[in-house]
């Protein structure tokens, strides 16, 4: 299985503000996925992008995704308090096994 | 309504005492999967089944079981729990599993367990 590595650690934003979260992975994938966790809460999928796919829409959010340099962004546009959150990419291959990474912790301070 | 249920959702217990962790989901999902997150480390899979009967390790299966006898249902089993143990759990469910297609995980809301 593979690990995708989110980056950066930790971001503080303003309410308003746009939230850029970047993942990076090392092998090929079939589709790589966002979740989203409220502390201590179950994860909740959020959006997922196909390797065919280069960019995905939903809602606020817009997940990029390039398979050359095996990277994926999720972009949350006009931010609200209530995405305070962590955010985790998960890269899926030919395999059965998902892999998590730390995350990405998100504030948004109102 | 659609959901993955685990219980308890909390729990203290004793080490050496046997429990189980129960989860059941709705959705007719064939793969079931249980993780545990602890701080710095992220979420790590210990278990996961791809349908009745067929379970199999994840990265950190050692102290754990599970069985897979019936399709809703995925209970994780700590025969003897360790203080080590003490994290949150989550079980998580898709209609198949993650090599079959693009398949988004279910969670259920976690269980807190603390083995003293």
């Known amino acids: 299985s593979q690990q995708g590595e989110e980056d950066p650690q930790a971001l503080s934003i303003q309410e308003g503000e746009n939230a850029t979260m970047n993942c990076s992975y090392k092998?090929?994938?079939?589709?790589l996925q966002w979740y989203r966790q409220n502390s201590g809460r179950g994860l909740v999928h959020l959006i997922l992008?196909?390797?065919?796919?280069r960019e995905k829409h939903s809602g606020r959010l817009r997940v990029t995704l390039d398979t050359s340099k095996k990277s994926s962004s999720l972009l949350i546009t006009a931010s609200r308090a209530a995405d305070t959150a962590s955010y985790f990419c998960v890269p899926t291959g030919a395999n059965s096994k998902l892999t998590f990474g730390k995350g990405i912790t998100l504030s948004v301070r109102p | 309504e659609a959901q993955v249920t685990q219980n308890p959702r909390y729990l203290i217990t004793v080490t050496g005492k046997k429990l189980t962790v129960t989860c059941s989901q709705n959705?007719?999902?064939?793969?079931m999967s249980w993780y545990r997150q602890d701080p710095g480390l992220g979420l790590r899979q210990i278990y996961y089944?791809?349908?009745?009967?067929?379970?199999d390790k994840g990265d950190v299966p050692e102290g754990y079981k599970v069985s897979r006898k019936e399709k809703r249902n995925f209970p994780l089993i700590l025969e003897s729990p360790s203080p080590n143990q003490t994290s949150l759990y989550f079980c998580?469910?898709?209609?198949?599993?993650?090599?079959?297609?693009?398949?988004?995980?279910?969670f259920g809301d976690g269980t807190r367990l603390s083995i003293l």
């Open positions: 998580a469910s898709s209609l198949y599993g993650p090599n079959f297609g693009n398949q988004p995980q279910h």
């Open positions: 092998t090929s994938i079939n589709n």
């Open positions: 959705m007719n999902h064939e793969y």
């Open positions: 089944s791809m349908n009745v009967e067929v379970t």
């Open positions: 992008i196909r390797s065919n796919e």
